[in-house]
């Protein structure tokens, strides 16, 4: 069964860049949009970006000019580009293709 895989988290400090990657989601013919979500500790999961088929791009309030979500020309990964880290970033970010398929998700924790 399609999975989709994350990687690239991990503990950084606040500030500066770092690049997650979303692979193995399907068939590209039958994704319509991929959603970045997070889930903070003891907070419900949100989706803080998504990225259309058809290039439209979408953030929530909180990550907006701070987040980027773009893909290859192959469309074969995902990716969401963190810039300014700040420690409410730390959660747990998921990929999801049509919003549909959970994968295991990465951890990143932003700390000094």
């Known amino acids: 069964q399609v999975q989709p895989v994350e990687s690239g988290g991990g503990l950084v400090q606040p500030g500066g860049s770092l690049r997650l990657s979303c692979t193995n989601f399907?068939?590209?013919?039958?994704?319509?949009?991929i959603g970045w979500f997070r889930q903070a500790p003891g907070k419900q999961r949100e989706l803080v970006a998504s990225?259309?088929?058809?290039?439209?791009?979408n953030y929530a309030g909180s990550v907006k000019g701070r987040l980027t979500t773009y893909r290859d020309n192959a469309w074969n990964t995902v990716y969401l580009q963190m810039n300014s880290r700040r420690p409410e970033d730390t959660a747990v970010y998921y990929c999801?293709?049509?919003?549909?398929?959970w994968g295991q998700g990465i951890q990143v924790t932003i700390s000094s």
């Open positions: 999801n293709p049509n919003y549909i398929l």
């Open positions: 399907g068939s590209t013919f039958s994704i319509y949009i």
């Open positions: 990225l259309s088929k058809g290039g439209r791009t």
